[in-house]
């Protein structure tokens, strides 16, 4: 079983507001990744690590930030959340030599 | 031209029939690929990697590789309706960052 952790599962949350999507392993690997994904629809790359104080932005354009201070920890933000932030957001993190391991992603709900 | 290229189906095909997914993919440094596999509602699971070319198999599933036409494939034999899922292919991009993409996926159906 994957070590990853993503809080909250679920949120709703009003327009306006500033929300931090958490996500830690405990596996100590090197690369994190974010992606979004909205229901029945493929996954979009958002942003990436490759270590600490390193990241880069993905392919699909979003309007949210992250952070890699620790190895553990790769927190992604939204400063202004809206409508069309709606969806799920998925966190992976893998090693030079294993697959990516997922978390149970957080449903994300803007109203 | 997406980086990870997928046919997003549906595949239909009977129980106990062979279903053949295909992936290609743009970057041709990449060494790592994987074949991940996503019910409604819940996260990927990783169901094969793949490193090297020709084939390598596990139970019911194969995974092959031909980096010279840059092409993936997931051989599925024996199909039971539990297999029933999206299978999305994923491609560890070449520069040391780790980038890695996934198709769009394909949805496999398995009729009882």
């Known amino acids: 079983e994957a070590d990853i952790y993503q809080t909250p599962r679920y949120l709703v949350i009003g327009t306006g507001k500033k929300i931090t999507l958490e996500c830690s392993q405990t596996?100590?690997?090197?690369?994190m990744y974010w992606y979004q994904q909205d229901p029945g629809m493929e996954l979009h790359l958002i942003h990436y690590?490759?270590?600490?104080?390193?990241?880069e932005k993905g392919d699909l354009s979003s309007e949210s930030t992250v952070s890699r201070i620790r190895t553990e920890h790769f927190p992604l933000t939204l400063e202004s959340a809206r409508p069309s932030h709606t969806s799920q957001y998925l966190c992976?993190?893998?090693?030079?030599?294993?697959?990516?391991?997922f978390g149970q992603g957080t449903r994300l709900t803007v109203v | 031209q997406k980086e990870v290229e997928q046919n997003s189906g549906p595949l239909s095909v009977p129980e106990g029939a062979i279903a053949s997914l295909n992936c290609t993919y743009s970057?041709?440094?990449?060494?790592?690929f994987f074949w991940y596999r996503q019910y409604s509602g819940k996260s990927p699971e990783l169901i094969m990697s793949?490193?090297?070319?020709g084939d390598k198999e596990d139970g019911r599933f194969t995974a092959q590789l031909n980096k010279a036409s840059q092409y993936v494939s997931l051989l599925i034999r024996d199909s039971q309706p539990s297999d029933s899922a999206t299978y999305l292919c994923?491609?560890?991009?070449?520069?040391?960052?780790?980038?890695?993409?996934f198709g769009q996926g394909t949805t496999l159906q398995v009729k009882p």
């Open positions: 992976a993190s893998k090693n030079p030599n294993t697959e990516a391991f």
């Open positions: 596996m100590g690997h090197d690369k």
């Open positions: 690590s490759y270590g600490v104080n390193s990241t």
């Open positions: 970057d041709r440094g990449s060494q790592s």
């Open positions: 793949i490193y090297s070319n």
């Open positions: 994923a491609v560890l991009g070449s520069s040391n960052t780790g980038k890695l993409i």
